[in-house]
């Protein structure tokens, strides 16, 4: 499966802290994004990162990616408990699928 | 401007029955996305159509799920037969063109459980 597993699968932290969350995928990419579902409802989209970036930046927001292990961080600075949610990573493939591959997702909770 | 829009947000029906979700993507995106996504489960892709092309149906799990697209805009899923095991948020995304290298805009899903 091309599916992205992300770890870890919760994580709780207090308002303020730091949120680190990871993702590793199979295949070869030519992005990855990280989306947020609040709720179980829709999900919305954070951050897109190019399989010829390593550091990304937005807002709270820093991305990293490492091609040769296959693997991507979201970082979440200075959390509020606004930011509870599940963040997803998705991955595309360099050829075939038309369609992203989703992990299973970390539920995030920061406790206020 | 609208976002994605999905009806009915949640629907409850009788195994066995037939459902159909609608999907009205945002205005002038060609690509758009069905996905499953089972309790407390990442999304699971189900079918793909972009403009005029036909569809890419290779995530339907079997011959009981069909969707259209009718004037390359709304789109319906439809479940035949419904079974148990289709209860799932079932959710649309909808992209300005190729979907898989920009980001993918999600309605607010159609919950549906079969009893």
């Known amino acids: 499966s091309q599916q992205g597993e992300e770890d870890p699968q919760a994580l709780s932290i207090q308002e303020g802290e730091n949120a680190t969350m990871n993702c590793s995928y199979k295949?070869?990419?030519?992005?990855l994004q990280w989306y947020r579902q609040n709720s179980g409802r829709g999900l919305v989209h954070l951050i897109l990162?190019?399989?010829?970036?390593r550091e990304k930046h937005s807002g709270r927001l820093r991305v990293t990616l490492d091609t040769s292990k296959k693997s991507s961080s979201l970082l979440i600075t200075a959390s509020r408990a606004a930011d509870t949610a599940s963040y997803f990573c998705?991955?595309?493939?360099?050829?075939?699928?038309?369609?992203?591959?989703f992990g299973t997702g970390t539920r995030l909770t920061v406790i206020p | 401007g609208a976002g994605v829009s999905q009806s009915p947000s949640n629907k409850v029906t009788e195994k066995g029955k037939d459902v159909e979700l609608r999907c009205d993507p945002i205005?002038?995106?060609?690509?758009l996305y069905w996905y499953r996504q089972s309790l407390g489960q990442g999304l699971e892709f189900l079918i793909y159509?972009?403009?005029?092309?036909?569809?890419?149906k290779s995530g339907l799990p079997s011959d009981r799920f069909s969707a259209e697209r009718t004037g390359g805009s709304v789109s319906t899923l439809t479940i035949q037969r419904t079974q148990q095991e289709d209860s799932a948020v079932y959710l649309c995304?909808?992209?300005?063109?190729?979907?898989?290298?920009?980001?993918?805009?999600f309605g607010p899903g159609t919950r549906l459980t079969v009893l």
């Open positions: 995304a909808s992209s300005p063109e190729v979907a898989k290298r920009n980001e993918q805009f």
């Open positions: 295949t070869s990419i030519n992005n």
């Open positions: 990162i190019r399989s010829n970036e």
């Open positions: 998705a991955t595309d493939a360099r050829a075939g699928a038309n369609n992203l591959f």
């Open positions: 205005s002038g995106h060609t690509a």
């Open positions: 159509f972009q403009g005029n092309s036909a569809p890419d």
